[in-house]
């Protein structure tokens, strides 16, 4: 398989991509608009090369990283939605053997026949190295659509150990977003979506001042200037709720967006997604009214662990809510209506058979981390 991937191609082939040119101390970088398809048709991920190769600064270049399959699947699905976008470069590096600048076109070629030559020396596959963006490009595979142009950096003549710098620089010292801004910024979108949806209820929520997580979730993933104890991230809390939501969420969001209907659950699924017929029924309020009721019939079964701030107190926290939020479905089972909608009088009966006092929602009986947090929703789902 290795030896027919690096069969040089019969036939020259030239791809002409507009693009400008940028001086930077590394060197010339040229700047270009690459469609999809010419993108794939110049770039290959040998992953097996990593174990044949005694260098170890080849090592960290991103063609030699194994590819996340995983992460290629949710792509393949995601440049296939209705406002699919890769607004940032890719970056690959080309010998400068077969990359030539044309100043007064502005236009750059690549080419499997080297400068100097006059017939292919490579196959046109193995013409790019990248340096970031091979699981996007691996997503692009997936592309159905007509056209999908890709902004892309390319390095001409770099060697490798520069080459292993500028890998290095964009993966080790780019700052991911934080993800409870990121769910923040769904708020801006017009259309509806599990996302908008979920970061809706936590803004109610927070914002009530008769809600019991009255100013208690932390916006952005950072302390909000004024508050002393805001023990539930905005991510945590999404999170948490849109599997309620939605199986899909991305899918779901898409499909808003072209304008087409949701499905709603059938009696099955609805045990496992309680507020997914809320939602598509454009009923918010309602899954506000839930969780308003359900975290209140928490707070005043466990009055003094719900207001305490000491660490050793894990019901407020993120693992008692979690823990509390997972076992919904429990509860929502419980009661025996599928509707998602559990009465407040039914969910202070649950409380009160929950073996549990103020004092033993403790470090010691629930361990920090997932396991406490699992420790606790066995529990909440031993009750009858």
């Given at each position: ?56 600064v ?48 502005k ?29 996007r ?47 923040d ?85 609805i ?16 899954i ?27 019901l407020?926290?993120t ?5 509390f ?45 997932t ?5 606790l ?6 009750v009858?």
């Amino acid at each position: 398989m290795s030896d027919q991937l690096n069969l040089v191609d019969p036939d020259p082939v030239v791809i002409e991509l507009e693009c400008l040119r940028a001086t930077q101390p590394i060197g010339d970088v040229y700047i270009a608009s690459v469609p999809h398809d010419e993108l794939v048709k110049i770039t290959h991920f040998d992953v097996r090369r990593v174990l044949q190769e005694d260098r170890d600064v080849e090592r960290y270049l991103g063609i030699q990283r194994p590819l996340i399959n995983s992460r290629v699947d949710g792509l393949q699905k995601y440049v296939n939605f209705f406002d699919a976008s890769f607004p940032t470069a890719i970056i690959i590096a080309v010998d400068e053997k077969f990359a030539e600048y044309d100043a007064e076109k502005k236009t750059i070629s690549l080419s499997n026949v080297p400068r100097d030559g006059d017939r292919p020396e490579i196959p046109i596959r193995n013409i790019a190295r990248v340096l970031d963006g091979q699981h996007r490009i691996a997503g692009l595979r997936g592309f159905t659509g007509d056209r999908f142009d890709l902004p892309v950096t390319i390095f001409v003549g770099a060697d490798i150990a520069d080459q292993a710098h500028i890998f290095a620089t964009v993966n080790l010292e780019q700052q991911k977003v934080n993800k409870s801004l990121a769910y923040d910024l769904y708020s801006l979108s017009k259309s509806r979506s599990p996302q908008k949806t979920c970061h809706n209820v936590a803004v109610v929520l927070d914002q009530d001042k008769n809600s019991p997580l009255y100013r208690r979730i932390k916006r952005l993933g950072v302390a909000t200037d004024g508050r002393d104890f805001e023990p539930i991230s905005q991510a945590t809390f999404v999170e948490a709720l849109m599997k309620f939501v939605s199986s899909e969420p991305k899918v779901d969001r898409d499909k808003l967006l072209k304008g087409e209907r949701l499905e709603k659950a059938d009696p099955d699924l609805i045990w496992k997604l309680p507020f997914r017929n809320l939602f598509v029924e454009e009923k918010d309020v309602k899954i506000v009214e839930v969780v308003f009721n359900y975290y209140s019939a928490i707070k005043e079964r466990w009055p003094i662990a719900w207001a305490s701030t000491d660490r050793g107190n894990m019901l407020n926290r993120t693992n008692g809510f979690r823990a509390f939020m997972r076992a919904y479905r429990h509860v929502h089972e419980l009661h025996g209506t599928p509707t998602g909608v559990v009465p407040k009088a039914f969910m202070d009966e649950f409380m009160k058979r929950v073996p549990l006092e103020d004092k033993d929602f403790n470090i010691e009986n629930f361990k920090p981390g997932t396991s406490g947090e699992s420790t606790l929703h066995n529990v909440l789902i031993d009750v009858q």
